[in-house]
């Protein structure tokens, strides 16, 4: 059996009826003793494996799955969906690299992590995605990556903390959303889907129809929109931190986006010292599935611009980020 060590505040237990290719998916919990983490769904030992896991933070017991050993990178979804989303759109290329310990957390509100009424904001669910990387990575070093709202998370979380070795933002969130053109379909029926593929999707066929049900509107279902709605009221940070991420930074905006536009990749571009910016077109809000395969080959530059930087001199110093860390 495979084991991974773990934080001492977790244990395995196992949910009535849970099941993942055939077999009985455990769950981590709140224990008091050492544990470890164990294969699973699916792989063997020696090879590729998945976790379907539980880390408390704080009140907070965070969902996630697992995939690989390695360096960890942290994959954050958008709002309204949940870990599947990020699961399907970027395991294929980060699976595919080896190497990877790659890690795709439920957002709070979202999926099965819950959002207690004591998270009514962003700086709290900040605070919730901070804990979880600290649990998983301590100071050891992490690649973030984020679609759409988990962007607008990575962003800041690179920005405060020093172990970060890269940063991927696809169609992020950010604080300045402007010029965000109407929604116009690249590849368009009327009669494919309901209102909210129709909504998301710029290319729409059948297969995105498909990856649509299967991979965002079962998401939706799970999402506590009353919750949604509260941190939704105060969606900004109240003091975001205004350093630059100086590590190798990817940038992908749709050019037909119509949540978030193309425009904000210009201004996340500034400061960055090492960022690589990507307008695609015939892509919108939905890019990371209408263009796989320009997204796995940007994947790649960056990671290896990251393999790049470990080899040499990191120009992530600690002495010269800000000091102002205060989750």
């Known amino acids: 059996m495979l084991e991974i060590p773990m934080p001492a505040d977790v244990r395995l237990g196992t949910l009535p009826g849970d099941v993942r290719d055939g077999e009985p998916v455990a769950h981590l919990a709140r224990s008091s003793r050492p544990t ?11 090879h ?34 949940d870990h599947r989303e990020a699961e399907a759109c970027f395991e294929p290329p980060l699976g595919a690299r080896g190497g990877l310990r790659r890690i795709y957390p439920d957002l709070p509100g979202m999926g099965r992590t819950p959002a207690p009424d004591t998270l009514r904001s962003a700086d709290d669910v900040l605070d919730v995605v901070l804990g979880f990387i600290d649990a998983l990575a301590g100071q050891h070093p992490v690649l973030l990556v984020g679609h759409s709202a988990g962007g607008y998370y990575a962003r800041e979380v690179a920005a405060r903390r020093h172990h970060v070795a890269g940063l991927a933002l696809v169609c992020a969130l950010t604080d300045d959303v402007r010029d965000v053109p109407a929604h116009h379909p690249v590849v368009a029926d009327a009669d494919l889907g309901d209102e909210e593929f129709r909504g998301y999707f710029v290319i729409q066929t059948p297969g995105m129809l498909e990856r649509h049900r299967t991979y965002v509107a079962p998401g939706g279902q799970l999402t506590d929109w009353a919750a949604m709605e509260r941190i939704g009221r105060n969606w900004t940070f109240t003091a975001p931190a205004t350093n630059p991420y100086p590590g190798p ?18 201004g996340a571009v500034a400061g960055q010292p090492h960022a690589t910016v990507a307008v695609i077109d015939g892509a919108g809000h939905a890019l ?28 992530v110093a600690p002495s010269a980020r800000s000091r102002s860390r205060s989750r």
């Open 288 to 315: 990371p599935h209408e263009q796989p395969d320009v997204l796995d080959g940007l994947l790649r530059q960056w990671l290896d611009r990251v393999d790049a930087q470990a080899v040499g001199s990191s120009p």
């Open 48 to 81: 590729d494996y998945c976790l379907d896991v539980e880390l408390r933070v704080d009140d907070v017991p965070v969902h996630f799955i697992e995939h690989g050993e390695g360096r960890p990178v942290i994959v954050l979804h958008g709002a309204g969906v």
């Open 36 to 46: 470890s983490y164990r294969r699973l769904c699916g792989g063997s030992p020696g």
């Open 249 to 266: 930074v990817l940038i992908v905006a749709g050019r037909q986006d119509s949540v978030v536009g193309y425009a904000w990749a210009a």
